[in-house]
């Protein structure tokens, strides 16, 4: 049975997805983590044409099972950048490699009710890819990540998702020790790189599925 919060949050995604389409995106609304994941397998991949797949950091598209179900997909090459038995350097190459792919998967910080996504990156592969390089990207949301505007996902990303993902990483950074963000210069630094998509460009190159669950920090 679906719950009131369900639906709550079912018509505020349909308001974002629509909003998201007049900013040139592709979206789409659908109930849980498995939902997205069949959505990408039989509906994103084949209408793209993809051979080649690789992805960025992301909690939610871990959760969505798409690595491993796109790891047995035939004829689909997986350039793994989240092999953890790479050694740092390989796996910087590994990150520039996947900019030429077919399609790139990955989550956003952010989005706003207004249709547009906000990212922040350590590196800037995740971000700089949904802007350009890959053929086709796919973005996954949880519900968390809606934000009503530009100031708000900044907020949400610089006070909240920020310092949680350089605790869950064991970064040496000022905001692990006071769970606030310091601008800080430290090495392990994981903000450095912005990047605001207000529209889709070219048209429809960017899909954003929108998932009504909370997933991801």
């Given at each position: 049975?679906?719950?009131?919060?369900?639906?709550?949050?079912?018509?505020?995604?349909?308001?974002?997805?629509?909003?998201?389409?007049?900013?040139?995106?592709?979206?789409?609304?659908?109930?849980?983590?498995?939902?997205?994941?069949?959505?990408?397998?039989?509906?994103?991949?084949?209408?793209?044409?993809?051979?080649?797949?690789?992805?960025?950091?992301?909690?939610?598209?871990?959760?969505?099972?798409?690595?491993?179900?796109?790891?047995?997909?035939?004829?689909?090459?997986?350039?793994?950048?989240?092999?953890?038995?790479?050694?740092?350097?390989?796996?910087?190459?590994?990150?520039?490699?996947?900019?030429?792919?077919?399609?790139?998967?990955?989550?956003?910080n952010a989005v706003t009710e207004d249709g547009v996504?906000?990212?922040?990156?350590?590196?800037?592969?995740?971000?700089?890819?949904?802007?350009f390089g890959p053929k086709h990207a796919v973005v996954?949301?949880?519900?968390?990540?809606?934000?009503?505007?530009?100031?708000?996902?900044?907020?949400?990303?610089?006070?909240?998702?920020?310092?949680?993902?350089?605790?869950?990483?064991?970064?040496?950074?000022?905001?692990?020790?006071?769970?606030?963000?310091?601008?800080?210069?430290?090495?392990?630094?994981?903000?450095?790189?912005?990047?605001?998509?207000?529209?889709?460009?070219?048209?429809?190159?960017?899909?954003?599925?929108?998932?009504?669950?909370?997933?991801?920090?």
């Open positions: 049975m679906t719950s009131p919060k369900e639906l709550y949050y079912a018509k505020r995604l349909e308001e974002v997805a629509e909003a998201l389409r007049k900013n040139h995106f592709k979206a789409q609304v659908v109930p849980d983590a498995a939902a997205a994941r069949a959505y990408v397998l039989d509906e994103v991949l084949p209408a793209s044409g993809a051979k080649t797949v690789a992805y960025g950091g992301s909690m939610t598209l871990v959760g969505s099972g798409l690595p491993q179900a796109l790891a047995e997909t035939p004829g689909i090459e997986v350039l793994d950048t989240l092999d953890k038995t790479l050694t740092p350097e390989q796996t910087y190459e590994r990150r520039r490699q996947a900019l030429l792919v077919d399609l790139f998967l990955t989550g956003s996504l906000v990212n922040l990156d350590m590196i800037g592969n995740r971000a700089c890819a949904i802007a996954l949301v949880g519900r968390n990540k809606i934000v009503p505007d530009l100031t708000s996902a900044i907020s949400r990303i610089k006070e909240f998702a920020a310092p949680v993902n350089a605790m869950r990483l064991a970064k040496k950074t000022p905001c692990t020790a006071t769970s606030h963000c310091e601008d800080c210069g430290s090495p392990e630094r994981i903000c450095n790189v912005w990047t605001i998509t207000e529209k889709s460009f070219p048209r429809g190159r960017i899909t954003v599925i929108l998932i009504n669950q909370d997933l991801g920090l």
